[in-house]
Structure formats: structure tokens, C-alpha cells
């Protein structure tokens, strides 16, 4: 009687429980994937790819300029919103909007597009040495 009794539980607790048994593939976080180039601690937002072919950086004793663009789905307030919510957890001080302070490093992010997306933004980075 309690062999019966436990297959039958058995029987009937399998099918709920097989959604939590198989294997679901790990897409990882929500945010950041890819990171810009010439700006190797600054992440772009999901979706938004770097046009590495127009970025530039110059470097000198004088200080450092880098100008990136990357472009991709969203609108310019998800991209504000990505910053806004990120940037601080990396040392970055917003002074205006779309504007950063860092030590001595100043970021200037500038995103274009129509309401709806998609969204061409571009990163100027300056360093005062």
C-alpha cells in the first residue's frame, strides 16, 4: 500500500517539477555586454554597437582625447538612463546632463535619434594632466 501510495505521488509531483529540471542556458546580466575601445572602462549600453572605424585617440603629455560613437536599438532617454544608473557605480559625477566628471578626466555623451530609436550616441573623453 505505501509503494502505491508513493508512486502515485511520484506520478503526479514529476510534471511540476520537470519545468525546474531542465536545463535553461545562462544569457547573463541585463546590462552592459561590450565595453568602447578607446575607452576601455566605460560599457555600452545592451544592443548599442561601436563603430570602431570612426572612433579616434589621441594620447600626449599634455592629456588624452578620445572620440567614440556606437550606435544600435533604444531611445536617447534609455541610453540617459543607462549612464545615469551606471556611471556613478563607476566613480563618474554627472554635472550636466550628458556630462561627466572623473579626477581629472571629463565625458561628454551626446545621443541622436527620433523618439523611437534607433540611437547614434558619441563619447568624448578628456583628460586634463
Do not use: C
Not at 555600452?44 to 567614440?68: C, H, M, Q, Y
Not at 557605480?89 to 571629463?106: I, V
Amino acid at each position: 500500500m505505501r509503494r502505491i501510495f508513493l508512486a502515485a505521488a511520484l506520478a503526479l509531483a514529476l510534471p511540476l517539477a520537470t519545468p525546474l529540471l531542465v536545463a535553461t542556458p545562462f544569457v547573463g546580466p541585463a546590462f552592459a555586454t561590450d565595453y568602447l575601445s578607446g575607452i576601455t572602462d566605460l560599457p555600452l549600453p545592451e544592443g548599442l554597437k561601436e563603430a570602431k572605424d570612426k572612433s579616434t585617440v589621441f594620447d600626449s603629455a599634455v592629456g588624452r582625447i578620445v572620440n567614440a560613437y556606437a550606435s544600435g536599438p533604444g531611445t536617447m532617454d534609455s541610453v540617459h538612463d543607462f549612464y545615469s544608473s551606471t556611471l556613478p557605480q563607476l566613480g563618474w559625477t554627472e554635472t550636466d546632463e550628458g556630462n561627466w566628471r572623473r579626477e581629472n578626466q571629463t565625458l561628454k555623451i551626446d545621443v541622436l535619434g527620433p523618439e523611437a530609436g534607433p540611437v547614434t550616441a558619441t563619447f568624448t573623453l578628456s583628460s586634463d594632466n
